[in-house]
């Protein structure tokens, strides 16, 4: 029976051993549990009460234990290319139809180009939140030890943004082609969103590490 803290880790810890970053599960376990029972402590709950209130509220450490061997087949590698793609699959849909509404008049093409650039506002908390999501699930899959992941898929993900963005700059692209999307005040809230992408991120990532317990 359960106890304590080291009670539940020790049982943890046995099934967890066919999973590759167990000792970060454990880690990130035992921060969370003990500041849980300081807590608890603090309410007046102590022992064996207050471990009954943690196993509630984390699940049974064999719970746990097979709740992340079947996320196993979520691997950093999987999860960083489908956010990079995605990311990547925005820019080239976007440069698709931009080229199909300058180069073929069809009345689908003109009604969906008005469309979207009539709701840019909505388009950037959309893709706002995408970035927010990218954190949240590397977070949440992988918890605190995703860190380094979150900025490696962030870092890659961000290239086609930083190269339409110098295009822009530098005015190498025909800018014309993207009337009325890239006026000077759209341009200057692109920037200033690039720069919260990463603080967005990572809010999103230490949201997603809260959730993965």
Not at 11 to 20: E, M, P, V
Not at 148 to 168: D, G, S
Request: with cysteine.
């Amino acid at each position: 029976m359960i106890q304590n803290k080291d009670d539940y880790l020790f049982a943890l810890k046995k099934d967890l051993k066919a999973t590759t970053n167990a000792e970060e599960i454990l880690q990130e376990f035992e921060l969370h549990i003990s500041e849980m029972l300081d807590d608890l402590l603090h309410e007046g709950a102590v022992g064996a009460e207050a471990m009954a209130i943690v196993i509630e509220k984390f699940g049974r450490p064999e719970d746990v234990a097979q709740a992340y061997n079947q996320e196993l087949d979520v691997s950093p590698s999987k999860i960083q290319w489908t956010f990079i793609s995605v990311n990547l699959l925005f820019f080239i849909g976007g440069v698709c139809l931009t080229i199909v509404y300058h180069q073929i008049p069809a009345p689908l093409i003109s009604d969906l180009w008005k469309v979207l650039t009539s709701i840019t506002s909505i388009l950037i908390i959309l893709y706002m939140f995408f970035w927010v999501l990218l954190g949240y699930e590397i977070g949440k899959e992988f918890g605190l030890g995703g860190k380094k992941l979150l900025l490696r898929t962030f870092y890659i993900a961000l290239v086609p943004n930083l190269i339409l963005m110098a295009l822009v700059v530098f005015q190498i692209m025909p800018v014309q082609w993207f009337d009325p999307l890239l006026t000077p005040p759209f341009i200057a809230v692109c920037i200033i969103c690039t720069i919260f992408l990463y603080p967005i991120s990572y809010a999103g990532f230490r949201w997603g590490t809260s959730r993965s317990i």
